[in-house]
């Protein structure tokens, strides 16, 4: 565990999680937002993990749509309602056929914030071994503190394919 | 150009090249024939053959309830045999550009993009394509993630 402090660095929160007990956040850093959307062209795509949505157009490309909540086991299954925003997502992991960034669309039914609470930017940094109940595997790690959890989701790996290892 | 038959699963359009479906026709036809053996349903063929019916939407984890009786048996060629669908609903047919599909992309590993090569898109809609020619590998290696079960011991003998 250690010490990190945000406040020098520019980020959004995605609230998660509205019914769990914590307080869950995803943390994406301001290089990494593309372009927030309300409406999309996709289509579900079997075989996959839940939390793969599916597919959406995006350009010339299609786009992975995943859910945080789906994927970090916070999701309320009698809550199926749509999804608000659909956030696309740059990674730093490229494209073996293109040489592009890789991108995502993350779905979510609560919307991107800006952190208003300076208590955000200053919080402990875990490994994200057994902070969230699924999927801690595909995390880069949590920042914790004041009764919430920031999680940085590892979009390298996840647009590479890592969350199908076991279907591959 | 290539031509596209497209179908329903759960409200979902998905398609196939056209010169791989042999028939489409609505499971109650009073022409279609078929048996059950060992719980599982063959469809009944010309000279003694017999295919069997894999219902889609059960395979895909895309089940929706009470359209049992209104689905649909789509019939394709695969090498010397047959293999058959049951789906939810024609679609209808699309002619479109050779290189209108685009791939998935690397996020969905390499197994199902085997079996979904590519996405269309025509207008509002989104069409999956299916190669049910990747399909047997596919069921015998694979878990349904959304069921949880394993379809190698569900649908395959």
């Keep these: ?168 | 150009m290539r031509t596209i038959v497209t179908f329903k699963l759960a409200e979902q359009l998905f398609g196939l090249d056209r010169e791989k479906v042999v028939a489409m026709a609505s499971r109650n036809h009073r022409k279609i024939k078929t048996t059950v053996k060992g719980g599982v349903e063959y469809l009944l063929l010309s000279r003694g053959r017999v295919s069997r019916i894999f219902d889609l939407e059960q395979l895909f984890g895309l089940e929706q309830p009470g359209t049992g009786d209104m689905k649909q048996l789509l019939v394709v060629e695969h090498g010397q045999e047959l293999l058959s669908f049951l789906v939810s609903a024609r679609g209808g047919i699309a002619s479109v550009r050779e290189e209108a599909g685009t791939a998935l992309p690397p996020a969905f590993g390499r197994a199902v993009p085997m079996v979904f090569p590519e996405m269309l898109v025509n207008g509002q809609d989104a069409i999956l394509l299916f190669a049910p020619e990747n399909i047997h590998r596919f069921l015998v290696k694979h878990t349904n993630h959304r069921t949880g079960r394993s379809n190698a011991e569900d649908i395959v003998e």
């Design chain 1, 1 to 168: 565990m250690q010490k990190t402090s945000l406040s020098e660095h520019r980020f959004f929160l995605l609230p998660l999680g509205r019914y769990a007990k914590e307080s869950y956040s995803c943390i994406f850093g301001q290089s990494q937002v593309v372009e927030v959307m309300q409406e999309i062209i996709a289509c579900e795509v079997p075989f996959c993990p839940r939390f793969m949505r599916g597919a959406a157009v995006y350009g010339e490309q299609l786009l992975p749509v995943i859910c945080p909540e789906e994927m970090l086991g916070l999701a309320d299954p009698a809550e199926q309602g749509p999804y608000r925003q659909f956030i696309v997502i740059r990674s730093a992991a490229v494209d073996p056929a293109s040489g592009t960034n890789l991108l995502a669309m993350v779905a979510s039914s609560r919307g991107l914030q800006i952190p208003q609470n300076e208590e955000d930017k200053n919080l402990e940094y875990f490994s994200p071994s057994d902070q969230v109940p699924a999927n801690g595997g595909l995390l880069n790690g949590i920042y914790s503190g004041q009764g919430r959890r920031l999680i940085s989701i590892d979009f390298d790996r996840l647009l590479l394919g890592a969350a199908m290892e076991a279907v591959a």
